[in-house]
């Protein structure tokens, strides 16, 4: 990267914590700043930041906000103009996920579901344009192989992330030729926080061609690489998945 050129800069939701944090890592170590959001993982925001201020001063910017006031979204993308002066990418990753058995979904699991997965991710999307723009810079979208293979248990959730999926392919013709609008679908890459079964884990494996669960990093250089080394790609899905989609 020219050391004379402006650092890029990169919005991404959901960065404190699992593969959101890893991605703000890898981001930053290859010379981006980071405007990193959060919603109540205050702790490890902060532990995240003070370590990529220490490696590179006045790079980051820490920006809380619950993702369900749909109305105050755009206040990430103003914040982070107001700090650096320009937006080059916006990873939209945070989600929420559990599942909703059909005959009991409520509405709240409803709104939780989409707004996390779909709502918020369009109308960031929607404020970041205008300056991604000018930047001639990108979105990626955390989908998931799910938005395509359901996943029983899950109606609600597929469902969110379907529309996230859609919403790639879309905005990739409304955006463009300035903006390049592509996601990530990953597989199994961390387990549930509420765990998972070790033999439920071993035979999603022995399912995935490459034989091995992937990991956090997997998807941090796939997401570097559509931000930096795509140029002529938009509007894809990319599955980063051991070949587990198969």
Request: net charge positive; glycine share 6%.
């Amino acid at each position: 990267m020219n050391a004379s050129a402006p650092r890029p800069v990169v919005l991404i939701t959901g960065a404190a914590r699992r593969v959101g944090a890893v991605i703000a890592r890898y981001l930053h170590a290859a010379g981006h700043d980071i405007a990193l959001h959060y919603r109540s993982s205050k702790s490890a925001a902060m532990e995240l930041l003070a370590d990529l201020e220490q490696t590179r001063a006045g790079s980051t910017l820490a920006l809380s906000m619950d993702l369900a006031e749909t109305e105050r979204v755009p206040e990430l993308v103003s914040s982070t103009i107001a700090r650096f002066g320009r937006l080059d990418a916006l990873i939209n990753n945070a989600s929420t996920f559990y599942p909703t058995a059909v005959g009991s979904t409520s509405i709240t699991q409803w709104q939780e579901l989409f707004s996390s997965n779909a709502q918020a991710p369009y109308f960031l999307s929607q404020a970041a344009a205008p300056h991604l723009r000018v930047s001639r810079g990108c979105i990626v979208n955390l989908v998931d192989l799910y938005a395509s293979q359901p996943l029983a248990g899950h109606t609600v959730y597929c469902m969110a992330k379907a529309a996230l999926t859609m919403m790639t392919q879309s905005l990739a013709r409304e955006l463009a030729p300035e903006v390049r609008v592509n996601a990530i679908a990953p597989g199994a890459v961390l387990w549930p926080e509420s765990g998972k079964p070790a033999a439920e884990q071993a035979a999603m494996i022995a399912r995935t061609p490459l034989r091995r669960a992937g990991t956090p990093e997997d998807i941090a250089k796939a997401t570097l690489f559509l931000l930096r080394d795509a140029d002529f790609i938009t509007g894809q899905i990319l599955r980063v998945d051991g070949g587990r989609s198969l």
